[in-house]
């Protein structure tokens, strides 16, 4: 009997140590965790919600100038209004996230469009531009002529405008890249064009996509020179 008073008595010893112990440590964790000390930095925000947000005053500190850069470099002044609607509807938006998208669909399509690979342009543009592309690639082949161009650089893409209408949301890019282009005959000689010189293009692609649909993807809706 002795030896289990002893045993038990031990344990509450025990238990009451470690009580002991982890108010000590609740207490210095509040003294480190719970009181500010003036030096904290706020968590960054999501890039959509940093662009929904009007811009801050400026300050002093290096590092804001340096994060407004690095948003607003995707987006013209004009457009600011229409993409802060699409984040609106649409939360998951994200501003890098869709400019390296259009950076992607503007190297695919034009490839598919040089190849004359009328299936990937299906699922990149919509039917009217679509539709467009068929009758080029088909007027090209009827004169016996073969794109062999190649896309060099994308050298910048930025937002210029943005719109929301009812669901119907649609985003202009301009974008500048640099293109090889050469046109051979059906033999493969060289009718015009050079690989070593290549030609700076400006041109404005206007992406397109029904807000709350089940299919995410923006596609092509128009091209223009910028």
């Known amino acids: 009997m002795l030896a289990v008073s002893h045993t038990t008595g031990g344990r509450v010893v025990y238990v009451v140590l470690l009580a002991m112990i982890a108010a000590f440590l609740a207490l210095r964790l509040y003294m480190v965790?719970?009181?500010?000390?003036?030096?904290?930095?706020?968590?960054?925000?999501?890039?959509?919600?940093?662009?929904a947000l009007a811009p801050a005053p400026a300050r002093t500190i290096e590092g804001s100038a340096e994060t407004r850069e690095i948003v607003n470099r995707h987006i013209e002044s004009r457009a600011e209004a229409g993409i802060r609607a699409i984040i609106a509807a649409d939360s998951a938006f994200d501003?890098?996230?869709?400019?390296?998208?259009?950076?992607?669909?503007?190297?695919?399509?034009?490839?598919?469009?040089?190849?004359?690979?009328?299936?990937?342009?299906?699922?990149?543009?919509?039917d009217e531009v679509r539709q467009s592309?068929?009758?080029?690639?088909?007027?090209?082949?009827?004169?016996?002529?073969?794109?062999?161009?190649?896309?060099?650089?994308?050298?910048?893409?930025?937002?210029?405008?943005?719109?929301?209408?009812?669901r119907a949301a649609r985003i202009m890019v301009r974008i500048e890249a640099d293109i090889a282009a050469i046109t051979r005959?059906?033999?493969?000689?060289?009718?015009?064009?050079?690989?070593?010189?290549?030609?700076?293009?400006?041109?404005?692609?206007?992406?397109?996509?029904?807000?709350?649909?089940?299919?995410?993807?923006?596609?092509?809706a128009e091209t223009d020179e910028a």
């Open 185 to 220: 005959d059906a033999d493969g000689n060289l009718i015009s064009g050079s690989m070593t010189d290549a030609v700076e293009t400006r041109e404005i692609w206007t992406f397109a996509r029904t807000l709350k649909n089940s299919d995410p993807n923006w596609k092509l």
């Open 133 to 166: 592309f068929i009758e080029a690639i088909e007027a090209r082949k009827a004169a016996g002529h073969v794109l062999d161009n190649r896309l060099v650089s994308i050298e910048r893409a930025v937002i210029t405008d943005a719109q929301v209408e009812g």
């Open 33 to 51: 965790l719970g009181k500010r000390t003036g030096h904290e930095q706020p968590l960054p925000k999501p890039a959509e919600e940093r662009v």
């Open 95 to 126: 501003v890098g996230q869709f400019v390296d998208g259009a950076k992607a669909a503007y190297r695919m399509i034009l490839e598919a469009y040089w190849q004359g690979d009328t299936d990937t342009l299906g699922w990149l543009v919509e």
